[in-house]
């Protein structure tokens, strides 16, 4: 099931999924150094600059609305596992080619 983009609603996707698979779900990125999480914990999920920082601290990442595979791309490049869905079959095998090539 990791490493893996499905051609189909996320809904059905996570459904699949067994009990504590997964260990993010990203629905909306944050906003790197634009957002204010009040922590003053720098190392805190959520602060990184970027969004290759922020997959590199999180193991197994569950995308819902795949777009254009950027998570899958990060993931692969930290050695970090995905799962996406994504209903456009379009942005499917375009995700998939990105990730393929790196």
Same mark, same amino acid.
């Given at each position: 099931?990791?490493?893996?983009?499905?051609?189909? /609603?996320? $809904?059905?996707?996570?459904? @699949?999924? =067994?009990?504590?698979?997964?260990?993010?779900?990203?629905? /909306? =990125?944050?906003?790197?150094? $634009?957002?204010?999480?009040?922590?003053?914990?720098?190392?805190? #999920?959520?602060?990184? +600059?970027? /969004?290759?920082?922020? #997959?590199?601290?999180?193991?197994?990442?569950?995308?819902?609305?795949? *777009?254009?595979?950027?998570?899958?791309?990060?993931?692969?490049? @930290?050695?970090?596992?995905?799962?996406?869905?994504?209903?456009? +079959?379009?942005?499917?095998?375009? /995700? @998939?080619?990105?990730?393929? @090539? *790196?």
């Amino acid at each position: 099931m990791l490493n893996k983009i499905y051609h189909e /609603s996320c $809904l059905k996707t996570i459904n @699949n999924l =067994p009990d504590n698979y997964i260990d993010l779900v990203i629905t /909306s =990125p944050p906003y790197w150094s $634009l957002r204010d999480y009040d922590c003053k914990d720098s190392d805190n #999920i959520g602060n990184e +600059k970027n /969004s290759f920082d922020y #997959i590199d601290n999180i193991v197994n990442v569950y995308d819902p609305f795949m *777009g254009f595979g950027t998570v899958g791309v990060v993931a692969k490049r @930290n050695n970090r596992n995905f799962i996406g869905s994504e209903i456009v +079959k379009e942005f499917v095998d375009l /995700s @998939n080619k990105r990730i393929k @090539n *790196g």
